[in-house]
């Protein structure tokens, strides 16, 4: 069974930095790029960073350019998230998303972790 | 970047309905839409990619059509569990993008 679970979530100042982690399990992780998507309390959801399986590709929303750094560890069937800088708007529950292309135009997220509320506040 | 347009962003219906939702994007995205359902305090749950295709476990009842800028999911007849709020996605170029939402609840 695919699993993806998110941690390191939680209150951080403005301006602090969290490292999110997003380990999954049930699949060959090697084999998948992967995605960080966010949601702010009672918003729709955000596309953050997306990172190819062999780390050849890696892709920013402009709102976290600078400032979030994604990375994986295929040894460890991990995701990260570092975030830096962290302001009040980055205030979301942040999801890691499995990417699934096959042929053609079978492009998807088709598996989501949980979740893992960050908090930034003073 | 390609912005997604979802209308309408609340619906009220009853059981055995049938919704439609839209969802408009800025520019031509061929069939790269994704449609996903999520509940309060859920992850998203995928249910149509490239446009039509079903993912597997999900019930025929969802559908999706469309291709270019517009594209609709339909619920044939909706259910006491379809009540929730449903996303478009666009994975043609990055940035990725989603709709705003359309939150589906009971009449």
């Known amino acids: 069974e695919v699993q993806l679970v998110e941690s390191g979530g939680g209150l951080v100042k403005p301006g602090g930095s969290l490292r999110l982690s997003c380990a999954a399990s049930?699949?060959?992780?090697?084999?998948?790029?992967m995605n960080w998507v966010r949601q702010a309390p009672g918003k729709g959801l955000e596309w953050v960073s997306f990172?190819?399986?062999?780390?050849?590709?890696?892709q920013y929303a402009d709102s976290v350019m600078g400032r979030f750094t994604i990375s994986r560890d295929n040894a460890k069937n991990s995701l990260y998230l570092q975030m830096n800088s962290l302001r009040a708007e980055d205030t979301a529950v942040y999801y890691c998303?499995?990417?699934?292309?096959?042929?053609?135009?079978?492009?998807?997220?088709?598996?989501w972790g949980p979740g893992t509320l960050v908090t930034v506040s003073s | 970047d390609i912005q997604l347009t979802q209308s309408p962003s609340f619906l009220s219906a009853s059981v055995g309905d049938r919704v439609t939702i839209t969802c408009r994007a800025s520019?031509?995205?061929?069939?790269?839409l994704a449609w996903y359902q999520q509940k309060p305090g859920k992850a998203p749950k995928l249910l149509i990619y490239?446009?039509?295709t079903l993912q597997s476990g999900v019930p025929i009842r969802f559908s999706g059509s469309g291709s270019g800028t517009e594209f609709t999911l339909t619920i044939s007849s909706l259910q006491p569990e379809d009540f929730a709020t449903y996303h478009c996605?666009?994975?043609?170029?990055?940035?990725?993008?989603f709709g705003g939402g359309t939150k589906v609840e009971i009449k």
């Open positions: 520019q031509g995205i061929s069939s790269y």
């Open positions: 490239a446009a039509t």
């Open positions: 049930g699949f060959t992780f090697s084999d998948y790029s």
């Open positions: 990172i190819t399986s062999s780390i050849n590709n890696i």
């Open positions: 998303a499995r990417y699934s292309y096959g042929s053609g135009r079978e492009r998807k997220f088709d598996y």
């Open positions: 996605q666009q994975l043609n170029s990055y940035p990725l993008t």
